[in-house]
């Protein structure tokens, strides 16, 4: 048909579609981008969903200096850690120095360096300055210094620098080197960091294998336009925009108002946002005071606070009225009961926080925003894996740090999961497209060979129809058959597990006292004695080590069969195709 030229515009345009869809591609990704404010703790953040400790610069001069840190999954199951760093271009610097000239001098370009700064602007302007040309003096030197800074480094005049290593210490030490300087030093060498336009940071972790890209922005009101327009483009591109903010923020108007200054509000509402996810930092700072001033109207609550708090403050009052021997006894009474305390408010917390930020970003927003809430503790997650692990942390899910990571491995599923699903419906479209084609009798065709045809090709997409639905059927068969596999192996995994565990109690209470192994169990699994250090560790290690390799084989043999499923669908589509362009008119006119 296409070969007697009786497609026309409307056949060749669903044949394109036909090739179109033969060309679709389920290895999705999904780019998460972090924005918030500076210093609410969204580099630390990123390290604990990371499991990277101090991986990212952790602090700045101020927000509109900062670049944006993108982090992917390495390469084929490689430990390394590689970094690329991309530089401005020369042009690009010579339009911000203008600018930055400009911030600081005004309209004179022959104003001493001297002068005092008396604005955010103008300071931020001197330390870039300052930066980039030690010993300066004069702003009419400045282009002269632009122009010898990129023919004396190499990085620059290529425009990037890639840096490629086992060593987890040099990367830490490299990111802190693009970090600005927080106070005004004289410096004798030339330092980069104002030119760096976007870092790409590529590690092992178990947030990423799955295809998400976590993203690290700064604000968008940066004085270089490139850098901006990468923030920018970054929040365009973003299959999920994370605000980060401080708890004590989240549920008032400062965090919306920095958000709003900082462009990100105008940004989501351009964007036509429909869901967005809020993530609070910096939880650990809530006490149960601070529950009982701001749930006070919670019935229930207050009943259960004043119930809790009583008991402690009796136990307290009869510890000097005990005998030595059952003051023990009683401390440990107390520890039980502020356990509980701690937990009541910090259930408590995170409902009241999730209620009141969904109803300030959707009426911030739109009503039909869905809002997604994390709150979480970076400081007590990444306590549990120090050396030196304090009593009184909260336990690793309290954290919610787990909770985010696994938000963050899940979104290129969800990813995944709408290309198949828009795949299918395109292939529905395409059909119905066809059948209208067919109907069309500006082909040239006499009744009787546009009906022949109209046969032939319906006949063909119930065909392609079938064959799509028994691969779509053995597509199901089989992710349910990994699934069904993966439950059934993980339930004796669980049941060793659970001997492993009453066998390692059994070894902690003949090698130590069992008030010290009690103790220790009270305290969440933390305790200062010898073994009995990071004893959840102990406990979880091996069933975490068995469970990981069964779900990191469930993961591989999902993708292989949606490899699969992708590839016979394709074949079909190609077969299909064949038929199509084939086809002789001239047998059926």
């Known amino acids: 048909m296409q070969r007697s030229g009786l497609l026309d515009v409307q056949g060749e345009n669903i044949l394109k579609r036909v090739q179109a869809a033969e060309r679709a591609d389920f290895s999705a990704t999904a780019v998460l981008a ?102 300066i003096s004069n702003f009419a030197d400045i282009p002269q210094r632009v122009d010898e800074l990129y023919k004396s480094h190499q990085d620059l005049e290529s425009g990037t620098y890639n840096l490629e290593t086992n060593s987890r210490v040099e990367v830490v030490e490299y990111m802190r080197s693009l970090v600005p300087f927080t106070a005004r ?148 009474e107390i520890l039980v009961l502020e356990t509980s305390l701690q937990n009541l408010c910090i259930e408590a917390r995170d409902k009241y926080a999730v209620e009141s930020i969904s109803k300030t970003y959707s009426k911030l927003l739109s009503e039909d925003t869905s809002i997604r809430c994390f709150v979480t503790s970076s400081k007590h997650y990444l306590g549990h894996f120090s050396p030196r692990k304090r009593l009184g942390i909260m336990n690793i899910d309290q954290t919610q740090i787990p909770m985010l990571r696994d938000y963050c491995a899940s979104a290129p599923l969800e990813q995944k999961s709408a290309l198949a699903a828009q795949f299918v419906q395109s292939i529905w479209d395409i059909q119905a497209l066809a059948r209208l084609f067919a109907s069309n009798d500006s082909t040239g065709m006499s009744e009787t060979g546009r009906q022949k045809a109209k046969t032939e090709m319906n006949k063909a997409f119930m065909a392609l129809s079938d064959s799509l639905n028994n691969e779509s059927l053995v597509f199901a068969t089989n992710i349910q058959n990994q699934v069904q596999l993966f439950l059934d192996s993980l339930s004796p995994v669980i049941i060793k597990g659970e001997k492993d565990c009453l066998q390692l109690h059994e070894t902690l209470v003949k090698e130590n006292r069992f008030q010290a192994v009690k103790s220790a169990y009270l305290h969440h699994g933390e305790s200062s004695t010898g073994k009995l250090k990071n004893l959840n560790e102990q406990f979880i290690s091996p069933l975490g080590t068995e469970v990981d390799t069964l779900w990191e084989a469930f993961i591989t043999k999902t993708e292989d069969h949606l490899k699969a499923w992708n590839l016979q669908v394709l074949q079909l589509l190609e077969e299909f195709e064949v038929a199509w362009q084939s086809k002789d008119p001239q047998r059926i006119l």
């Open 34 to 135: 972090f924005v918030g404010d500076s210093g609410v703790g969204k580099s630390k953040l990123l390290t604990a969903v990371l499991s990277e400790p101090n991986i990212l610069p952790t602090s700045g001069l101020h927000a509109c200096t900062s670049f944006p840190i993108e982090i992917r999954q390495i390469e084929g199951g490689k430990k390394g850690y590689r970094v690329e760093t991309e530089f401005l271009q020369q042009s690009e610097l010579e339009s911000e120095m203008r600018a930055v000239i400009h911030d600081v001098g005004g309209a004179d370009s022959n104003v001493s360096l001297n002068k005092p700064s008396t604005t955010d602007a103008q300071k931020v302007a001197l330390a870039k300055i300052e930066a980039l040309f030690p010993g």
């Open 185 to 332: 030093e004289e410096e004798e060498e030339t330092t980069l960091w104002p030119l760096v336009k976007v870092v790409k940071l590529y590690l092992d972790s178990e947030a990423l294998k799955t295809g998400a890209i976590l993203v690290d922005l700064p604000g968008l009101r940066d004085s270089n336009a490139a850098r901006t327009a990468v923030t920018r483009q970054y929040m365009t591109q973003a299959n999920e925009i994370v605000v980060v903010t401080r708890l004590t923020r989240a549920v008032t108007d400062e965090t919306t108002g920095e958000l709003s200054r900082e462009g990100y509000i105008k940004r989501l509402k351009h964007d036509g946002r429909r869901h967005l996810t809020i993530v609070c930092t910096c939880s650990d700072h809530f006490e149960p005071s601070d529950a009982a001033e701001d749930f006070k109207d919670d019935k229930e609550f207050r009943k259960k606070y004043h119930s809790l708090n009583n008991e402690i403050e009796a136990r307290y009052l009869s510890l000097d009225s005990e005998r030595p021997k059952h003051q023990n006894i009683v401390k440990e």
